[in-house]
């Protein structure tokens, strides 16, 4: 049996490549050309009025924190809340931020607790991490309210949230900051990059001018207007090297033409998976909220004795993934550790299931049947 695992990126490779292409018969590679395009490609898509192309998610969710704390005056040492289930890279920023994580619980739907996030604001609280996870909405509508109530800035880590819609809407449209992944697994995949977005005209300036050293023109501005390269700028802060390139916003120009229809099909086999696996014993799948369409970057289920389910699938060519280890058993976050029953839970017991364009229908059936017999089989004493 061949081998399924959990991604496997797709790419219209023609397109791409003629996409790609426009950049090196112009001889413009970097930041500017494409990156304009796709910005205003991405602005169009998602219902957004600012976006602007990263490296990475990871730059970009360091960017909008460094944005909102120098705009807003944050000191070190001021609290976000966020939550532990998530790749590490959402609370690497806010450390890199100068900024302390706090940690709540998730629900069912692994996504951040309203009650658990009002009951850690403290005096220092500035904003509030929502981690949009595996796709999913959570109970959105109540954390921004609960935000705008207390006063928060709200980030969303929408690295899984690419094509999804909570009541017909991007839920980005009510963050004060939110950040995409195009990460090569993602649902709309280059090699990497990432997008911000911010609704604050004053502080999407404020982002591509720190994502650019600090620099106040691009190359690509002060050579456009005039043809001919032109070297005069000035540099009235320190930022970062955060921006992304024209080949990077070439295939994402091509991916994002095809994300409604792969969303698509990724929430037709998610249905597949639903139904066959609803009657099965011993699973847990996790559900999606209410009124959301969602991407489904991830199918999540929650087994017990979850490493010993996973070495029987593996052993059976099949290939899942765990959307997250827990950080607060990580080195850097274990001083700031706190009683998440329910995440931790999660941390144990998650599998996310194999969820790709390029499956078919009888692959789910075999990792649906795989993981039946697997969860049958006795446990470890």
């Known amino acids: 049996m061949h081998a399924i695992n959990v991604f496997s990126p797709d790419f219209d490779v023609d397109d791409c490549l003629a996409e790609i292409r426009t950049c090196l018969e112009r001889g413009w590679t970097g ?12 602005c169009q898509y998602a219902g957004l009025d600012h976006a602007h192309f990263l490296s990475s998610a990871t730059a970009g969710l360091h960017l909008a924190l460094e944005v909102l704390k120098r705009a807003d005056g944050w000191a070190d040492g001021d609290e976000v809340i966020t939550t532990a289930l998530t790749f590490v890279s959402t609370n690497h920023a806010i450390l890199h931020a100068g900024l302390t994580p706090v940690f709540c619980d998730v629900d069912a739907m692994l996504c951040l607790d309203p009650d658990a996030i009002e009951r850690a604001i403290t005096p220092r609280t500035r904003a509030v991490m929502f981690v949009g996870l595996g796709g999913n909405a959570g109970q959105w509508d109540r954390v921004v309210a609960l935000c705008r109530r207390h006063g928060l800035r709200l980030v969303l880590d929408a690295a899984h949230q690419s094509g999804t819609r909570l009541n017909g809407q991007a839920p980005a449209r009510d963050a004060d900051a939110a950040v995409f992944s195009f990460h090569a697994v993602k ?4 090699a990497d990059g990432g997008m911000i ?3 604050d005209a004053k502080l999407d300036a404020a982002a591509r001018r720190l994502s650019w050293l600090g620099i106040d023109k691009t190359t690509f501005e002060r050579t456009a207007a005039s043809g001919t390269y032109q070297w005069r700028y000035d540099v009235p802060e320190v930022g970062f090297k955060y921006h992304g390139n024209s ?9 994002l033409r095809r994300l409604e229809r792969d969303n698509a099909e990724r929430r037709r086999l998610a249905g597949l998976y639903d139904a066959r696996l609803a009657p099965v014993g011993g699973i847990d799948r996790v559900p999606m909220a209410a009124q959301c369409t969602p991407s489904r970057h991830l199918y999540q289920v929650e087994v017990a004795d979850r490493d010993l389910v996973l070495d029987r699938l593996r052993g059976m060519n099949i290939h899942p993934g765990v959307h997250y280890q827990l950080n607060t058993r990580f080195a850097p976050y274990d001083r700031f550790s706190a009683s998440l029953p329910r995440a931790e839970q999660a941390s144990d017991q998650l599998l996310s299931l194999p969820l790709h364009v390029k499956m078919t229908d009888g692959d789910v059936q075999v990792v649906c049947d795989a993981l039946a017999d697997a969860v049958a089989l006795p446990m470890a004493a």
Do not use: R, S
Not at 187 to 190: H, V, Y
Not at 247 to 255: D, E, R, T, W
């Open 247 to 255: 080949v990077m916003a070439a295939i994402g120009l091509v991916q």
């Open 197 to 199: 977005c911010l609704p």
């Open 31 to 42: 930041m500017g050309f494409k990156t304009d395009e796709f910005e205003a490609a991405f």
């Open 187 to 190: 649902n709309l995949g280059t």
